[in-house]
Every structure is written in structure tokens, then in C-alpha cells.
Nanobody, 126 residues
């Protein structure tokens, strides 16, 4: 199984970026998926999640209304559209997939996810 994340970069405050994660080795439509991020020296945190059963989504509080998670099962690809970026969004972003289809309100627990991408760096300048 491989998850290949891309789309990171250096942008200014208020800009947008779209992250992609191409998945191979598993059929993405059957898996709950999520994006996490990590700042050096801090723990990795859940950013957003989408189930495979009903496409229910959850977002970390600070990104609500600005980020949108989605999936294209035909392309076996997941996305994170990030708008109105802020310097505090600067981090390495990771895509992840879990073996279950639905995690609910525990979605941010990284122990639930068995498959991880390599990370893509997002830097937002002020």
C-alpha cells in the first residue's frame, strides 16, 4: 500500500492550496481517510476526516470553514482544499487511511490509521 501526497508549497497568508493523495494497493472507497499535520516539536494533529460509509466529515476547530476534505473513489485519490491560509497552518501534512469505514468522533486518533503518506510541507508566510 502506498499513499503519495503532493501539493504543498510556500504561499502567502490568505492564499489557497490543494493537497492530493494518490493511493495504490487498496480500494479507497472502503476506507475512512483523514489528513493530519505536524509542526516540528509538536504532536501530529488531525485536520480533517471523511468516512467511506456516508461521507460524513469532521474538521479540527481551527480549520472549519476554510478547509474541505474530499475523495474521488474512481481515481483512488483524496484531497484537502485549503483556503484562507494562515501562518499557523504551516506544517507537514499527511494523508492517512484506516482499515475501517467509519470512526466517528474518534477520527483524530492517529492510532486508528494503518496507512500513511510521506507528508507534504505547507508553509504560509505572513
Amino acid at each position: 500500500v502506498q499513499l503519495q501526497a503532493s501539493g504543498g508549497g510556500l504561499v502567502q497568508t490568505g492564499s489557497s492550496l490543494s493537497l492530493s493523495c494518490v493511493v495504490s494497493g487498496l480500494t479507497l472507497e472502503y476506507y475512512a481517510i483523514a489528513w493530519f499535520r505536524q509542526v516540528p516539536g509538536k504532536e501530529r494533529e488531525g485536520v480533517s476526516y471523511i468516512s467511506s460509509t456516508d461521507d460524513r466529515t469532521y474538521y479540527e476547530e481551527s480549520v472549519k470553514g476554510r478547509f474541505t476534505i474530499s475523495r474521488d473513489n474512481a481515481k483512488n485519490t483524496m484531497y484537502l482544499q485549503m483556503n484562507s491560509l494562515k501562518p499557523e497552518d504551516t506544517a507537514v501534512y499527511y494523508c492517512a487511511a484506516g482499515d475501517d469505514a467509519y470512526y466517528g468522533t474518534n477520527w483524530y486518533d492517529e492510532e486508528l490509521y494503518n496507512y500513511w503518506g510521506q507528508g507534504t510541507l505547507v508553509t504560509v508566510s505572513s
